[in-house]
C-alpha cells in the first residue's frame, strides 16, 4: 500500500520556521520525484517545492525560493521542507505529493498525502 504521511505543521509567527517531513512507503521511492504542495483557502493548488530521489535536482517556486529548502533522506525514504522566515501568506495545507515523470506540476504526481496545515500569524 502506497501511503505519503506529512508531519510537521502547526502555528507559527511571522518570521519564524516549521519543518515538515514526508515519510514514503510502498512505491520505490528513487525513481520518483518528491514534491510539496500547498493549497490556501480560495487559491489554485501551487507547487511549493520538488527534488529529485535519484539525483537531488530540485526546483523552488519564485514565492519560497531563499527561504525553504527541500531535502532527502533516501535511507529514510523520507523528503524534508525547511521553512524559514515564514509569511502569513504561506498559510495553507501542504501536501506531500510523488511522480514517477520528473515534473514538478500536479497532474504528473501519481500518489498525494492527506496534507498538514501551517498557520502564519502575523
Known amino acids: 500500500e502506497v501511503q505519503l504521511v506529512e508531519s510537521g505543521g502547526g502555528l507559527v509567527q511571522a518570521g519564524g520556521s516549521l519543518r515538515l517531513s514526508c515519510a514514503a512507503s510502498?512505491?520505490?521511492?528513487?525513481?520518483?520525484?518528491i514534491g510539496w504542495f500547498r493549497q490556501a483557502p480560495g487559491k489554485e493548488r501551487e507547487g511549493v517545492s520538488c527534488i529529485s530521489s535519484s539525483d537531488g535536482s530540485t526546483y523552488y517556486a519564485d514565492s519560497v525560493k531563499g527561504r525553504f529548502t527541500i531535502s532527502s533522506d533516501n535511507a529514510k525514504n523520507t523528503v524534508y521542507l525547511q521553512m524559514n522566515n515564514l509569511k502569513p501568506e504561506d498559510t495553507a495545507v501542504y501536501v506531500c505529493a510523488a511522480g514517477r515523470y520528473g515534473y514538478c506540476l500536479g497532474p504528473f504526481m501519481n500518489y498525494w498525502g492527506k496534507g498538514t496545515l501551517v498557520t502564519v500569524s502575523s
Open positions: 510502498g512505491f520505490s521511492f528513487d525513481d520518483y520525484v
